[in-house]
Protein backbone atom coordinates (compact mmCIF):
# COMPACT_ATOMS: atom_id res chain seq x y z
CA UNK A 1 0.00 0.00 0.00
CA UNK A 2 1.56 3.27 -1.06
CA UNK A 3 -0.59 5.72 1.58
CA UNK A 4 -0.74 3.41 4.63
CA UNK A 5 -1.89 5.26 7.55
CA UNK A 6 -1.37 8.97 6.12
CA UNK A 7 -4.44 10.93 6.77
CA UNK A 8 -5.53 12.76 3.66
CA UNK A 9 -8.09 15.64 3.28
CA UNK A 10 -9.71 15.79 -0.52
CA UNK A 11 -12.03 18.52 -1.22
CA UNK A 12 -15.12 18.47 -3.78
CA UNK A 13 -15.05 14.59 -2.73
CA UNK A 14 -18.90 14.31 -3.07
CA UNK A 15 -18.52 12.95 -7.12
CA UNK A 16 -16.33 13.17 -9.83
CA UNK A 17 -12.47 13.66 -9.63
CA UNK A 18 -12.49 13.80 -6.09
CA UNK A 19 -14.64 11.21 -5.46
CA UNK A 20 -12.34 8.44 -7.37
CA UNK A 21 -9.26 10.42 -5.85
CA UNK A 22 -10.87 10.13 -1.89
CA UNK A 23 -11.36 5.99 -2.72
CA UNK A 24 -7.96 5.43 -4.60
CA UNK A 25 -6.15 7.22 -1.87
CA UNK A 26 -8.44 4.81 0.66
CA UNK A 27 -7.31 1.49 -1.27
CA UNK A 28 -3.97 2.59 -1.13
CA UNK A 29 -4.31 2.60 3.31
CA UNK A 30 -5.16 6.00 3.72
CA UNK A 31 -7.98 7.81 5.89
CA UNK A 32 -10.16 9.94 3.84
CA UNK A 33 -11.72 13.17 5.10
CA UNK A 34 -14.05 14.25 2.35
CA UNK A 35 -14.98 17.70 2.09
CA UNK A 36 -18.11 19.00 -0.02
CA UNK A 37 -20.51 21.62 -0.65
CA UNK A 38 -22.81 19.33 -0.72
CA UNK A 39 -22.84 17.34 2.39
CA UNK A 40 -24.97 13.95 1.42
CA UNK A 41 -23.11 13.42 -1.16
CA UNK A 42 -19.79 13.84 1.27
CA UNK A 43 -21.63 11.37 3.45
CA UNK A 44 -21.83 8.51 0.79
CA UNK A 45 -18.53 8.80 -0.49
CA UNK A 46 -16.97 8.66 3.48
CA UNK A 47 -19.27 5.73 3.76
CA UNK A 48 -17.61 4.17 0.94
CA UNK A 49 -14.45 4.81 2.43
CA UNK A 50 -15.35 2.77 5.40
CA UNK A 51 -16.32 0.23 3.46
CA UNK A 52 -12.80 -0.11 1.77
CA UNK A 53 -11.65 -0.37 6.03
CA UNK A 54 -10.33 3.02 6.45
CA UNK A 55 -11.37 5.72 8.69
CA UNK A 56 -13.60 8.65 7.36
CA UNK A 57 -15.50 11.98 8.04
CA UNK A 58 -17.63 13.96 5.51
CA UNK A 59 -17.63 17.83 6.46
CA UNK A 60 -19.64 20.32 4.84
CA UNK A 61 -17.43 22.87 3.30
CA UNK A 62 -17.27 25.94 0.85
CA UNK A 63 -14.40 26.35 -0.32
CA UNK A 64 -14.80 29.89 -0.60
CA UNK A 65 -15.39 30.54 3.30
CA UNK A 66 -12.77 31.14 5.33
CA UNK A 67 -14.79 29.76 8.34
CA UNK A 68 -15.82 26.53 6.50
CA UNK A 69 -12.22 25.67 5.75
CA UNK A 70 -10.55 26.42 9.78
CA UNK A 71 -13.36 24.38 10.64
CA UNK A 72 -12.32 21.57 8.38
CA UNK A 73 -8.81 21.58 9.71
CA UNK A 74 -9.81 21.50 13.40
CA UNK A 75 -12.47 18.50 12.53
CA UNK A 76 -9.32 16.52 10.79
CA UNK A 77 -6.77 17.23 13.47
CA UNK A 78 -9.28 16.24 16.63
CA UNK A 79 -10.71 13.18 14.97
CA UNK A 80 -7.33 11.71 13.03
CA UNK A 81 -4.76 14.02 14.90
CA UNK A 82 -2.32 14.85 12.00
CA UNK A 83 -2.97 16.09 7.89
CA UNK A 84 -0.37 14.30 5.56
CA UNK A 85 -2.20 15.13 2.53
CA UNK A 86 -3.98 17.49 1.26
CA UNK A 87 -5.82 17.05 -2.19
CA UNK A 88 -7.68 20.70 -2.82
CA UNK A 89 -9.72 19.72 -6.01
CA UNK A 90 -13.26 21.56 -5.49
CA UNK A 91 -13.47 23.06 -8.55
CA UNK A 92 -16.87 24.87 -10.29
CA UNK A 93 -16.65 25.96 -14.24
CA UNK A 94 -19.39 27.89 -16.64
CA UNK A 95 -19.43 28.58 -20.40
CA UNK A 96 -19.65 32.17 -21.96
CA UNK A 97 -17.76 34.38 -24.40
CA UNK A 98 -16.03 37.39 -22.89
CA UNK A 99 -18.36 40.25 -24.59
CA UNK A 100 -21.08 38.47 -22.69
CA UNK A 101 -19.90 37.49 -19.53
CA UNK A 102 -21.55 38.68 -16.17
CA UNK A 103 -19.16 40.23 -13.43
CA UNK A 104 -20.51 37.05 -11.04
CA UNK A 105 -19.49 34.48 -13.47
CA UNK A 106 -16.24 35.45 -13.48
CA UNK A 107 -16.50 36.49 -9.55
CA UNK A 108 -17.81 32.36 -9.05
CA UNK A 109 -15.27 30.68 -11.33
CA UNK A 110 -11.89 33.04 -9.27
CA UNK A 111 -13.82 32.53 -5.63
CA UNK A 112 -13.52 28.50 -6.07
CA UNK A 113 -10.98 27.55 -8.18
CA UNK A 114 -8.69 29.81 -7.11
CA UNK A 115 -9.39 31.53 -4.01
CA UNK A 116 -11.03 28.44 -2.46
CA UNK A 117 -7.41 26.76 -3.69
CA UNK A 118 -5.44 29.60 -1.70
CA UNK A 119 -8.06 29.51 1.51
CA UNK A 120 -7.71 25.36 1.90
CA UNK A 121 -3.81 25.44 1.21
CA UNK A 122 -3.23 28.04 3.73
CA UNK A 123 -5.53 26.47 6.21
CA UNK A 124 -3.98 23.31 5.96
CA UNK A 125 -0.20 24.36 5.18
CA UNK A 126 -0.28 25.84 8.79
CA UNK A 127 -1.06 22.56 10.55
CA UNK A 128 1.79 20.98 8.36
CA UNK A 129 3.86 23.74 9.19
CA UNK A 130 3.77 22.01 12.91
CA UNK A 131 4.08 18.39 11.89
CA UNK A 132 7.29 19.86 9.56
CA UNK A 133 5.79 17.13 6.70
CA UNK A 134 2.81 17.00 4.38
CA UNK A 135 2.06 16.62 0.80
CA UNK A 136 -0.51 19.06 -1.04
CA UNK A 137 -1.94 18.24 -4.30
CA UNK A 138 -4.16 21.10 -6.16
CA UNK A 139 -6.64 19.70 -8.81
CA UNK A 140 -5.44 22.48 -11.59
CA UNK A 141 -6.61 21.66 -15.71
CA UNK A 142 -5.33 21.40 -19.25
CA UNK A 143 -7.24 24.92 -19.26
CA UNK A 144 -4.66 26.00 -17.28
CA UNK A 145 -1.80 25.93 -19.99
CA UNK A 146 -3.82 27.31 -23.02
CA UNK A 147 -6.41 29.34 -23.66
CA UNK A 148 -10.39 28.06 -24.52
CA UNK A 149 -12.71 29.95 -26.38
CA UNK A 150 -16.07 30.12 -23.86
CA UNK A 151 -13.78 29.79 -20.58
CA UNK A 152 -11.81 32.69 -20.60
CA UNK A 153 -12.26 33.09 -16.58
CA UNK A 154 -11.86 29.04 -16.21
CA UNK A 155 -8.95 29.16 -17.87
CA UNK A 156 -7.46 32.11 -16.06
CA UNK A 157 -8.60 30.58 -12.52
CA UNK A 158 -6.30 27.45 -13.49
CA UNK A 159 -3.72 28.80 -15.28
CA UNK A 160 -3.71 30.87 -11.33
CA UNK A 161 -3.87 27.83 -9.40
CA UNK A 162 -0.50 26.52 -11.59
CA UNK A 163 1.26 29.97 -10.72
CA UNK A 164 0.11 29.70 -7.19
CA UNK A 165 1.06 26.31 -6.36
CA UNK A 166 4.63 27.06 -7.69
CA UNK A 167 4.82 29.42 -5.97
CA UNK A 168 3.64 27.80 -2.52
CA UNK A 169 6.06 24.92 -3.35
CA UNK A 170 9.16 27.27 -3.31
CA UNK A 171 7.59 28.35 0.01
CA UNK A 172 7.31 25.37 1.62
CA UNK A 173 9.70 23.14 0.56
CA UNK A 174 12.32 24.53 3.00
CA UNK A 175 9.20 23.35 5.79
CA UNK A 176 9.22 19.87 4.16
CA UNK A 177 6.28 20.23 2.61
CA UNK A 178 5.70 19.30 -1.30
CA UNK A 179 3.08 21.08 -3.59
CA UNK A 180 2.52 19.69 -6.65
CA UNK A 181 -1.04 20.25 -9.36
CA UNK A 182 -2.31 17.58 -11.38
CA UNK A 183 -3.57 18.78 -14.74
CA UNK A 184 -6.85 16.91 -16.09
CA UNK A 185 -7.91 17.29 -20.14
CA UNK A 186 -11.71 15.99 -20.48
CA UNK A 187 -13.10 13.72 -17.51
CA UNK A 188 -16.05 11.92 -17.60
CA UNK A 189 -17.96 13.76 -14.44
CA UNK A 190 -20.95 15.90 -13.82
CA UNK A 191 -18.83 18.89 -15.02
CA UNK A 192 -17.98 17.26 -18.29
CA UNK A 193 -21.95 16.74 -18.79
CA UNK A 194 -22.71 20.42 -18.28
CA UNK A 195 -20.18 21.33 -20.45
CA UNK A 196 -21.26 19.13 -23.07
CA UNK A 197 -24.58 20.58 -23.27
CA UNK A 198 -23.66 24.33 -23.07
CA UNK A 199 -20.92 23.55 -25.99
CA UNK A 200 -23.66 22.22 -27.90
CA UNK A 201 -25.68 24.77 -27.18
CA UNK A 202 -23.87 28.16 -27.73
CA UNK A 203 -22.98 26.49 -30.98
CA UNK A 204 -26.78 26.19 -32.00
CA UNK A 205 -27.91 24.30 -34.86
CA UNK A 206 -28.18 20.39 -34.52
CA UNK A 207 -25.30 20.03 -32.47
CA UNK A 208 -25.58 17.65 -29.82
CA UNK A 209 -23.99 17.35 -26.55
CA UNK A 210 -22.88 13.18 -27.35
CA UNK A 211 -21.44 14.86 -30.51
CA UNK A 212 -19.05 17.26 -28.43
CA UNK A 213 -17.79 14.65 -26.42
CA UNK A 214 -17.21 12.55 -29.50
CA UNK A 215 -14.79 16.03 -30.29
CA UNK A 216 -13.33 15.46 -27.02
CA UNK A 217 -12.16 11.95 -27.99
CA UNK A 218 -10.86 12.74 -31.47
CA UNK A 219 -8.69 15.34 -29.79
CA UNK A 220 -7.15 12.88 -27.80
CA UNK A 221 -4.28 11.22 -29.00
CA UNK A 222 -4.58 8.25 -27.04
CA UNK A 223 -8.30 8.05 -28.00
CA UNK A 224 -10.70 7.62 -25.21
CA UNK A 225 -12.93 9.88 -22.85
CA UNK A 226 -10.83 10.46 -19.38
CA UNK A 227 -11.90 8.62 -16.21
CA UNK A 228 -11.45 10.11 -12.82
CA UNK A 229 -9.51 7.17 -12.29
CA UNK A 230 -6.94 7.88 -14.21
CA UNK A 231 -6.22 11.34 -12.22
CA UNK A 232 -6.74 9.24 -9.40
CA UNK A 233 -3.44 6.92 -10.10
CA UNK A 234 -1.74 10.50 -11.25
CA UNK A 235 -2.66 11.80 -7.67
CA UNK A 236 -2.29 8.60 -5.61
CA UNK A 237 1.81 8.86 -7.07
CA UNK A 238 1.97 12.39 -6.47
CA UNK A 239 0.46 11.75 -2.74
CA UNK A 240 3.42 8.97 -2.30
CA UNK A 241 7.15 8.29 -1.44
CA UNK A 242 7.12 7.91 -5.28
CA UNK A 243 6.97 11.58 -5.48
CA UNK A 244 8.87 12.66 -2.20
CA UNK A 245 11.78 14.48 -4.82
CA UNK A 246 8.72 16.21 -7.03
CA UNK A 247 7.68 19.72 -5.91
CA UNK A 248 6.44 22.75 -7.76
CA UNK A 249 5.38 20.38 -10.87
CA UNK A 250 1.99 20.81 -12.87
CA UNK A 251 1.60 17.38 -14.05
CA UNK A 252 -0.27 16.64 -17.09
CA UNK A 253 -3.13 13.41 -17.06
CA UNK A 254 -4.46 13.94 -20.96
CA UNK A 255 -4.45 11.32 -23.05
CA UNK A 256 -1.72 13.13 -24.70
CA UNK A 257 -4.00 16.14 -25.27
CA UNK A 258 -1.73 18.67 -23.84
CA UNK A 259 2.37 17.61 -24.98
CA UNK A 260 3.74 20.68 -23.37
CA UNK A 261 5.12 22.01 -20.22
N1 LIG B 1 -14.16 17.16 -15.63
C1 LIG B 1 -13.16 17.65 -16.32
O1 LIG B 1 -13.09 17.48 -17.54
C2 LIG B 1 -12.04 18.41 -15.63
C3 LIG B 1 -10.89 18.67 -16.39
C4 LIG B 1 -9.84 19.36 -15.79
C5 LIG B 1 -9.94 19.76 -14.47
N2 LIG B 1 -11.07 19.51 -13.77
C6 LIG B 1 -11.11 19.97 -12.38
O2 LIG B 1 -11.29 18.85 -11.53
C7 LIG B 1 -11.94 19.25 -10.33
C8 LIG B 1 -13.14 18.33 -10.10
O3 LIG B 1 -13.99 18.46 -11.22
P1 LIG B 1 -15.13 17.36 -11.57
O4 LIG B 1 -15.11 17.20 -13.04
O5 LIG B 1 -15.03 16.20 -10.68
O6 LIG B 1 -16.41 18.27 -11.22
P2 LIG B 1 -17.83 17.86 -10.59
O7 LIG B 1 -18.70 19.06 -10.82
O8 LIG B 1 -18.29 16.56 -11.10
O9 LIG B 1 -17.50 17.74 -9.02
C9 LIG B 1 -17.06 18.87 -8.31
C10 LIG B 1 -17.28 18.65 -6.82
O10 LIG B 1 -16.85 19.87 -6.15
C11 LIG B 1 -17.87 20.27 -5.23
N3 LIG B 1 -17.85 21.73 -5.05
C12 LIG B 1 -18.22 22.67 -5.96
N4 LIG B 1 -18.11 23.89 -5.42
C13 LIG B 1 -17.63 23.72 -4.16
C14 LIG B 1 -17.31 24.61 -3.10
N5 LIG B 1 -17.48 25.95 -3.22
N6 LIG B 1 -16.84 24.10 -1.94
C15 LIG B 1 -16.70 22.76 -1.78
N7 LIG B 1 -17.01 21.87 -2.74
C16 LIG B 1 -17.46 22.35 -3.91
C17 LIG B 1 -19.17 19.78 -5.87
O11 LIG B 1 -20.23 19.70 -4.92
C18 LIG B 1 -18.75 18.44 -6.47
O12 LIG B 1 -18.86 17.40 -5.52
C19 LIG B 1 -12.31 20.73 -10.51
O13 LIG B 1 -11.32 21.53 -9.91
C20 LIG B 1 -12.26 20.90 -12.02
O14 LIG B 1 -12.02 22.23 -12.40
C21 LIG B 1 -12.13 18.84 -14.31
Given at each position: ?34 A ?30 R ?6 V ?36 M ?49 G ?61 L ?39
Amino acid sequence: MLLKDRVAIVTGAGRGIGKAIALAFAREGADVVVADINLDEAEQTAREVRELGRGSLAVKVDVRSREDVDDLVAKTVERFGVIDILMSNAGVSSMECVIDMPEERWDFNMDVNLKGTFLVTRAVAKQMIRQCSGRIICTASAAGKSGTPTQAHYNASKHGVIAYAKSLALELAPLGINVNSVCPGTVRTSMQEREAAWSAELRGGDAKPEDIKEEYVSFTPLGRLEEPEDVAKVAVFLASDYAAFMTGQAVNVTGGLVNTE
